[in-house]
T-cell receptor, first 115, second 113 residues
Framework: KAGVTQTPRYLIKTRGQQVTLSCSPI?????VSWYQQTPGQGLQFLFE???????NKGNFPGRFSGRQFSNSRSEMNVSTLELGDSALYLC??????????????FGPGTRLLVL | GDSVTQMEGPVTLSEEAFLTINCTYT??????LFWYVQYPGEGLQLLLK?????DKGSNKGFEATYRKETTSFHLEKGSVQVSDSAVYFC????????????FGTGTSLTVIP
């Protein structure tokens, strides 16, 4: 099976712009989670989508949003970019259907640099 | 709330040395516990996991035992190699967290020849 893929791998934006990141989960996985990784804050949970519905949400401002499509692919959007949004954004998929926690499989990440 | 506390790094070891990275957790109920590894420039890879008390997860010479009485899940390897140099993350996901994972801060390991 192909792994989790994320596009683009690298992105440079300027303050105030918006950005959309894409994630394709492992085939058959219906849950997609997004994380922000920074040297100072470590790995922080953004949100999780399951069957096109946001099921969990972390403690991030409303500038961070996401969605999931019927084929389980997910996009994450950040509006009005700030310098502090520079980070590695990781997507993870799992096959959970609401039962016991399943292993999350991570993509390689999108590295976003905001200038 | 649920959380993971992980040993601070960085850790530098000589090849063939013994490795321990400490991880303790706080959770309601009985979480599943995981160790992930991140190599430079890559995403996280699952290293091993344990889903109930006294379970031992193992992979590539690494082991960790789910200790409910001490709420710990320490990572060990008997003889590290240069190729083990990476950042290691302890994580939990529990019945009360949905599918949300809580990660430790990561421990950077460098193995020198």
């Amino acid at each position: 099976k192909a792994g989790v893929t994320q596009t683009p791998r690298y992105l440079i934006k300027t303050r105030g712009q918006q950005v959309t990141l894409s994630c394709s989960p492992i085939s058959g996985h219906r849950s997609v989670s997004w994380y922000q990784q920074t040297p100072g804050q470590g790995l922080q949970f953004l949100f999780e989508y399951f069957s096109e519905t946001q099921r969990n949400k972390g403690n991030f401002p409303g500038r961070f949003s996401g969605r999931q499509f019927s084929n389980s692919r997910s996009e994450m959007n950040v509006s009005t970019l700030e310098l502090g949004d520079s980070a590695l954004y990781l997507c993870a998929s799992s096959s959970t259907s609401g039962g016991p926690p399943e292993t999350q499989y991570f993509g390689p990440g999108t590295r976003l640099l905001v200038l | 709330g649920d959380s993971v506390t992980q040993m601070e790094g960085p850790v530098t070891l000589s090849e063939e040395a013994f490795l321990t990275i400490n991880c303790t957790y706080t959770a309601t109920g009985y979480p599943s516990l995981f160790w992930y590894v991140q190599y430079p420039g890559e995403g996280l890879q699952l290293l091993l996991k344990a889903t109930k008390a006294d379970d031992k997860g193992s992979n590539k010479g690494f082991e960790a035992t789910y200790r409910k009485e001490t709420t710990s899940f320490h990572l060990e390897k008997g003889s590290v190699q240069v190729s083990d140099s990476a950042v290691y993350f302890c994580a939990l996901s529990g019945p009360n967290t949905g599918n949300q994972f809580y990660f430790g801060t990561g421990t950077s390991l460098t193995v020198i020849p």
